[in-house]
């Protein structure tokens, strides 16, 4: 085998993505689809953390790997309050069944 | 074949194998838990990375806060006491079709691609380079993110609780 290197984790990073992809698209739960582009947004860390060591960018990439950690954390907060509310509207939360936008 | 090497093969089955988990499994309790191990992996790569303060940060706020919120999310919106907790899959069959290009175009392109690569002098510990940028170069970013974390929570408090209209 040949020695772990910046492909490698890029490699993972594109699986790891389509992984959160396959998930975003094919689960009907809403909290599903928040897991998955968790997922996405893992996908995108590695790639930034990879390329701060690798391609010789000092520690700007890890910086921007923080912010993207921060964001993520803001939308979940605020996705699982829209959740909670299609969930006490529609009594589900299945992202195929609810269309309407109020009542 | 290094230490390194095994290690980083070991974190990146983890990864990957759990991460197929969390999309494919029936149950969405098992779904959560599996993501647990996914972002665990994740920070293992993050240290053979050197990143070690990021590998931190991220098992205190995905661990410790936005995967325990999801598993509040599923608790709240699901009958726990029947077996409501199933959840459905749609368009399997396009999907996979659809997302197994899009695999192989990046992996492809991630491949062929002549990526600049000379491995940098990284700190040993990150911590103080990241301090010291944080409130350097990135100040700005770093000010607007506090507002936006404190948005965001009071935006996600007055959603959640809007019930007597």
């Known amino acids: 085998m040949i020695e772990v290197g910046l492909n490698h984790y890029l490699v993972v990073s594109s699986i790891l993505f389509s992984l959160g992809v396959y998930g975003v698209v094919t689960r009907k739960n809403a909290v599903m689809v928040l897991m998955g582009l968790e997922l996405i947004l893992n996908a995108a860390n590695i790639n930034f953390i990879a390329f701060a060591k690798y391609g010789n960018f000092g520690l700007g990439g890890q910086a921007m790997a923080l912010f993207v950690i921060i964001l993520a954390a803001a939308e979940a907060a605020i996705a699982l309050a829209i959740v909670l509310n299609l969930y006490k509207t529609f009594s589900n939360v299945n992202v195929d069944e609810i269309d309407k936008l109020k009542e | ?165």
């Open chain 2, 1 to 165: 074949m290094s230490i390194y090497d095994v290690i980083f093969y070991l974190f990146a089955i983890l990864t990957i194998g759990s991460g197929y988990l969390v999309v494919t499994s029936k149950n969405i309790v098992h779904s959560a838990f599996y993501l647990l191990f996914t972002l665990f992996g994740v920070a293992g790569l993050y240290v053979l990375l050197a990143a070690d303060f990021i590998a931190i940060v991220q098992l205190m706020v995905y661990v410790g806060g936005i995967l325990i919120l999801l598993l509040f999310g599923v608790m709240l919106t699901n009958k726990v006491t029947d077996v409501k907790i199933r959840t459905g899959t749609i368009h399997i069959i396009p999907a996979v079709i659809g997302t197994g290009l899009l695999m192989g175009v990046i992996v492809s392109m991630m491949l062929r691609t002549n990526w600049k690569s000379e491995p940098g002098e990284l700190p040993f510990t990150t911590t103080y380079g990241l301090g010291r940028i944080l409130l350097t170069d990135y100040v700005l970013v770093f000010e607007l993110l506090a507002m936006l974390l404190l948005i965001a929570l009071i935006g996600a408090a007055s959603i959640a609780r809007r019930d007597n209209e």
